[in-house]
């Protein structure tokens, strides 16, 4: 696979704005801080961060809305760090690019918005209109074409956004938080038009995003971004399965659920007298993997809480178990898990209180005080 978009110690800063009016001394600001950086050429790549992480930024970067401040951008093999405006239009014509608002023209109808940048494109009349028939029928609403934007819902406005975006065949489809305006099932529709749109097209599509759940859906490798850097990079699944840093952790704890809350395993400890454990499913411990294990030592097992999901194919998440039998035979059980995947204890065994067999009386820890006098 080749790279279509490469960056090369890539840093953009923005100089001190207000400073002089307000008297306040700010400090420049480092949106982007030495990416380097390449993507494959016909994949979807997440970029994921909190909110001024530079995702934007670096955004508008890949497609000359911004020009570096040191760094090279390379589009195509081609630098464009450093190319004069009208060469960077060329570049921005390759690249298609949808918003979280949809940045639709009010006073143009449905047609009228898609039909746009052929004009601006210098399409001859007679293609346009079999063009922009051809792309609203590929997103979905050709029967929509006379309507303007305001008549729309937000699912149909973005469908126009990427049928405009399309429009002039980009190899590049940028989406700045393209699903964020929208409710979850709108959202899943535009995120599966945008696989279609890479795997029938061979679109690479940048997804800029804060939502985890987007990069579960759709994205081959996701890179997580922090203070303007880039702080982990990977295959979805890999990121998903192993995160490294603290914000990817937080990031990915909130698409893949089954870890029980501190709440949760105390009304869980309640109900079920076993140990619990929480057990990391994953390709490498697959669930029937996990009860063969416990099998193979004489552990009961059963399971009493989690959450399991699918990212690129292959099985994610964390089942927590109720186990039976000896504390030895747990304890084996558990080691060998171990070499494989990740196991918590959530609760010690439950202490029975056996009655001594010899009638004897119980051995009771003795008070570091016992035997002082008053
Ligand atoms: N034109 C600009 N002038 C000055 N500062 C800017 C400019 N554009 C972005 N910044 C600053 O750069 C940093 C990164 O912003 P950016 O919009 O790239 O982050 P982001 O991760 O996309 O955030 P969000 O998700 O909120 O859009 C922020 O501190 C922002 O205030």
Redesign the pocket.
Known sequence: MSAIVSLRGVSKV?PV?GGKRTGQRTEP?R?VDHVTLDIDEGTVVGIV??????????VRLLNGLERPTEGQVFVKGQDISSLPESQLRKVRAGTGMIFQQFNLLKSRTVFGNVAYPLKVAGWPKDRIKPRVDELLEFVGIADKAGSYPRRLSGGQQQRVGIARALANAPDILLAD?ATSALDPETTRDVLRLLRRINKELGTTVVV?T?EMHVVREICDTVVM?ES?RVVEAGPTYTVFADPQSGSTQRFVSTAVHGTPEPETVSRLSAAHPGQLVSIGISEAAPTPLVSATFERHGVGSSVVFGGVTEIQNKILGTLTYELTGSDHAIDAALADLGEVTAVERQTAAVERQTPPADGAVPHLPVPANAGEQP
Request: no cysteine; proline share 0%.
């Open positions: 923005f704005q600001v949106a961060g909190y909110s001024g992480a530079g995702k934007s930024t670096l938080e800029i804060h971004m303007g």
